[in-house]
């Protein structure tokens, strides 16, 4: 199976944070989703759950002491942060419930896929999509903020070592699943541009020849490459009902983060230069704006290219 190929680099990590089901078989015949991975994807949903309920009573309870600089900030700000580390908990864990609840769309999607990739295959299709270069970049950025909000909350701030251990396990869980998340979807979704793209180079094909010379199996060939390019429009939409609620709670963190922490980052900027010191978290407001905004823009170019193809 060719999309089995072509997302082997991403598969394994994806499968392992649960947001991707364990799969039996490499063959269209013998392709199924593994029960042990079924299992494995409903129990770290249940744990990621319910650690959730844990971290959130305890971050909105006692806000007070998860304050980064304690004698600094003021109530908007405190509020913000409050907010913000509230919407990265529900962020991650709504990525991972929904990808378990979605297991069987997820192996419709991949299953169709191998199916019209026999198709492709038999007409000379070859290509393959890497995102070596550009998941080794989020990678990079996405621990840069795990290790700048490492260096602030156990250095610079008076948050008792049970909070540290909790507050750097939800931004290591966000960054690990947002990453994860953006790189799967940047991979297969270009996989997809890919073969839709392949597809209408051979229709282009078609409309170059001279209406004398259709012959009987051209106008067969036409009618398979219309049918399967509205099966892919069908695979496309799939991907849109798999993703969507993830996508929604994933961008709604991420732009109330860029836009709190750019906020922050200002703060610092104009703080007269004696108290800066007692009020500077612009390292860690400057790691966030621009992890997330990598992460977004990856997603959105991959969606960009798809439906660029996809409305040829």
């Known amino acids: 199976m060719k999309i089995l190929k072509d ?166 869980l966000q960054m690990l699943y947002s990453c994860v998340f953006a790189i799967y979807l940047r991979t297969v979704l270009m996989c997809l541009a890919l073969r839709i793209e392949f597809l209408n180079a051979r229709l282009e094909q078609f409309t170059q020849k001279d209406r004398e010379q259709y012959l009987k199996d051209d106008w067969c060939e036409l009618s398979n490459l219309i049918e399967i390019l509205c099966k892919f429009r069908y695979i496309t939409e799939n991907m849109n009902s798999v993703t969507g609620v993830a996508l929604l709670f994933f961008f709604g963190f991420s732009f109330y983060t860029v836009t709190n922490q750019s906020y922050l980052a200002f703060s610092t900027l104009t703080t007269p230069d004696q108290l800066r010191k007692e009020h500077d978290t612009i390292g860690l407001s400057c790691a966030w704006v621009i992890a997330e905004t990598a992460i977004m823009a990856v997603i959105c170019s991959s969606f960009d290219c798809l439906a660029s193809e996809v409305s040829i």
Do not use: W
């Open 7 to 172: 997302l082997e680099g991403v598969a394994r990590p994806t499968q392992l944070c649960a947001l991707l089901p364990f799969f039996n078989g490499n063959q269209s015949d013998n392709f199924s989703i593994n029960s042990a991975g079924k299992i494995y994807g409903r129990v770290m949903a249940l744990i990621l759950l319910v650690s959730s309920v844990f971290f959130c009573h305890d971050v909105l309870f006692a806000s007070e002491n998860y304050k980064l600089m304690v004698h600094s900030q003021g109530e908007t700000e405190d509020i913000n942060r409050t907010i913000e580390t509230l919407f990265c908990i529900v962020s991650y864990t709504i990525i991972v419930v929904s990808s378990v609840l979605n297991t069987s769309k997820h192996f419709r999607t991949l299953r169709d896929l191998s199916l019209l990739d026999g198709y492709l295959e038999a007409h000379g299709y070859t290509s393959s999509y890497s995102c070596r270069y550009l998941g080794s970049l989020l990678i990079f950025v996405s621990a840069s903020v795990v290790v700048v909000a490492f260096y602030y909350i156990h250095f610079l701030s008076n948050i008792d070592v049970k909070r540290q251990c909790i507050l750097m396990c939800i931004y290591g």
